[in-house]
């Protein structure tokens, strides 16, 4: 069973930055495919960013030129470094696997950009 843990999440003012890390237990990481999501109050969750197990990117419009991705597959962990941040970007962050099959949800960090 593979366990999600989302840090790095925290109040900061627009413009501010903020790097979350995900750990993931459990299962060979190196493999699949992950992705950076987010659920913010009164809305479904989307994804914001993704990283293929061979290195592909891609960002949601609203983040793009903003956010970046990255992994280290020896910590079993996937990155998301958010610069520029706008109060839009409010919400809470998950990781999981990209595409329709998912491992269950950690608890996610909570990000709140406000002045």
């Known amino acids: 069973q593979v366990q999600l843990v989302e840090s790095g999440g925290g109040l900061v003012q627009p413009g501010g930055s903020l790097r979350l890390s995900c750990a993931a237990s459990g299962s060979i990481f190196s493999i699949y495919d992950m992705g950076w999501y987010r659920q913010a109050p009164g809305k479904g969750r989307e994804v914001v960013a993704s990283?293929?197990?061979?290195?592909?990117?891609n960002y949601a419009d609203s983040v793009k030129g903003r956010f970046t991705i990255s992994r280290d597959n020896a910590k079993n962990t996937v990155y998301l470094q958010m610069n520029s941040l706008k109060p839009e970007d409010t919400a809470v962050y998950y990781c999981?696997?990209?595409?329709?099959?998912?491992?269950?949800w950690g608890q996610g960090t909570q990000v709140t950009v406000s002045s």
């Open positions: 990283i293929t197990s061979n290195g592909r990117i």
């Open positions: 999981n696997l990209l595409g329709a099959v998912k491992w269950s």
